[in-house]
Each structure stands twice: as structure tokens, then as C-alpha cells.
């Protein structure tokens, strides 16, 4: 009775203000983004899963980082690390942002000197919201990921075929649910002798971003934007940054409530029977 009445009333509160909400999914309530700022600690890591290029869905990264950092005074005391940049490329990264922000570059052209091989710099212009951010508030921009030539190592031949110093101390294969929602989200599209080895990139990839995210940053409070399969369940790089850090990991998954039919609406709400909570928050979009 308890689930049938906050789906109702969620949806009657929607209806009627169009605002963007959060849902706490420990205390099982909804929020406005100032009371959901307002429980966020003004020290540790904000991952936000998110779908890519999902215009509405980039556009709440943008506020999401403004209304922490407005809340906890944290102007010039912030970084937003992206799971699209390199941390190999992190000089010409910050050399470039901070072009960005001195009005010497324009938004295409920034995003065209992040992704020099790229033929369609423009599809990354969503991503903005996260950029004018971090430069209007003072914050800086961290490259985490690993280059692709080091996943394809991985895949090709596996975690030991890598270059021991590429790969971080902290490293260890995720854990079982994670290979088994891995598994399923491949679908056969790998064979299954290989699949393991997509498996340790996976893994790999996790905890390159979280040891970059605690190499590169010299901020306390630190905001992380990645692909959600990456955080749902408070697994992969969510279990990987709490291996390192010491201050509080809180967990936003931002979907675009326009997109979700009523069954996959409820089940990111109240999370899965298989594998519990999504994140700690969900963030919903797009209530117009």
C-alpha cells in the first residue's frame, strides 16, 4: 500500500509543479533540489550515472553541481571529473578549460580540442551544462578515464598482458553481481571465452577513474560524471572509490522521467530484487 501511494502521490506532485525532483531512496521520500543539496556533505565524492546524450538528463549535471556548491560556499573549492577524458590528456585538458573560461575559446572549439580525433566535436555540446558550471563557480575540470589502446590490451589478451605500472595497486575484478549484470548487458555479443577479458577492461576502467579521481583533484568535494552501468547498485566505481577515499561517496542517478514507461519507473524508484538500490538518490528530469 505504502509503494502504490508514494507512486501516486509522486505522480500528482509532478503533475502539478513540473519541477525537477529527487527521490532519497533510503528514507523513501521525494525532495526539491535545494532540500536534496542541502543533505549533500560539503567533502567527498557525487557520482552521477547518467545516459548519454540525453539532453535533459546533461542539463541536470549543470544543476546539480550548482546547487551543492551554492549550498556549501565551495566556489573555486571543486573539481567535476568526466569519464569521457582521458587522464593522459590532463594538461592539455586543464589548459584548455581554463581557455574555456577565459573567453578565448568557444564552446565547439573547446570541445574540438578535447576530442581531436573526433569527426562530430558538436555531438559532445550537451555536456556544457557540466563545463559553464564548474568555470562560472570556479571549479576545475579532471580527465579520469584510461586511453582505449590500454582497454584493448585487456580484451585482446587480458588484465596481465598490461603494462604492470598502467595498472592501479588497488585493482581487483568486480564483484559477482557486477559480472553477472555485465554478462547480461553484453548479450551474447562477445564470445564467451573473451567475455572475461571485457570483463577485466570493465573492471579496469573502474579503478583507473577512481585512482585519477584521487591523483588529479585537490579539492575535497568532487563531482563525478559517468555512464550509470558504471555506478547503478552502488557497485563498480562506486565500490572502487570507497576503497580510496575517505570521505562520504553519495550516489546520483539522473534519468529523464519523460523516457521511463510506469514499470521501469517504479523499479528505479524502489530499486531491484536482484541487486537493491540504484543510488542513493535518483534525479528526476524533465517534468514540464
Known amino acids: 500500500m505504502r509503494y502504490l501511494l508514494i507512486v501516486s502521490l509522486f505522480i500528482t506532485c509532478f503533475t502539478a509543479f513540473a519541477e525537477d525532483r529527487v527521490f532519497d531512496t533510503k528514507k523513501q521520500r521525494f525532495l526539491t533540489v535545494k532540500e536534496f543539496a542541502d543533505l549533500i556533505p560539503p567533502r567527498g565524492q557525487v557520482v552521477m550515472g547518467e545516459y548519454h546524450y540525453q539532453g535533459n538528463i546533461q542539463k541536470a549535471q549543470g544543476k546539480i553541481i550548482k546547487a551543492i556548491v551554492d549550498r556549501h560556499f565551495k566556489y573555486d573549492q571543486f573539481s567535476v571529473a568526466w569519464e569521457f577524458l582521458n587522464y593522459t590528456d590532463q594538461s592539455s585538458v586543464r589548459e584548455n578549460f581554463v581557455a574555456y573560461r577565459n573567453g578565448e575559446l568557444t564552446p565547439l572549439e573547446l570541445f574540438s580540442k578535447w576530442f581531436p580525433n573526433s569527426s562530430k566535436p558538436e555531438q559532445n555540446l550537451p555536456y556544457l551544462s557540466f563545463v559553464d558550471a564548474a568555470a562560472k563557480l570556479g571549479g576545475e575540470v579532471v580527465a579520469v578515464n584510461a586511453p582505449r589502446k590500454h582497454k584493448r590490451v585487456i580484451t585482446a589478451d587480458g588484465i596481465g598482458a598490461l603494462d604492470p605500472d598502467l595498472l592501479p595497486p588497488t585493482y581487483e575484478i568486480g564483484s559477482d553481481n557486477y559480472l553477472k549484470r555485465f554478462r547480461e548487458a553484453m ?7 573473451k567475455l572475461m577479458n571485457y570483463f577485466e577492461a570493465q573492471s579496469y576502467t573502474d ?70 538500490r540504484f543510488a542513493d538518490y535518483i534525479y528526476f528530469s524533465n517534468f514540464k
Do not use: C, W
Not at 187 to 193: D, I, N, T
Open 207 to 276: 579503478t583507473i577513474i577512481a585512482h585519477q579521481l584521487m591523483a588529479y583533484s585537490a579539492y575535497e568535494l568532487q563531482f563525478l560524471i559517468i555512464g550509470a552501468f558504471h555506478s547503478d547498485y552502488l557497485d563498480g566505481v562506486v565500490r572502487e572509490i570507497s576503497k580510496t577515499h575517505v570521505n562520504e561517496t553519495t550516489t546520483v542517478k539522473i534519468v529523464d522521467r519523460a523516457d521511463l514507461d510506469i514499470t521501469t519507473y517504479r523499479e528505479i524508484l524502489f530499486g531491484s530484487r536482484n541487486y537493491g
Open 187 to 193: 548479450g551474447g555479443h562477445v564470445p564467451e571465452e
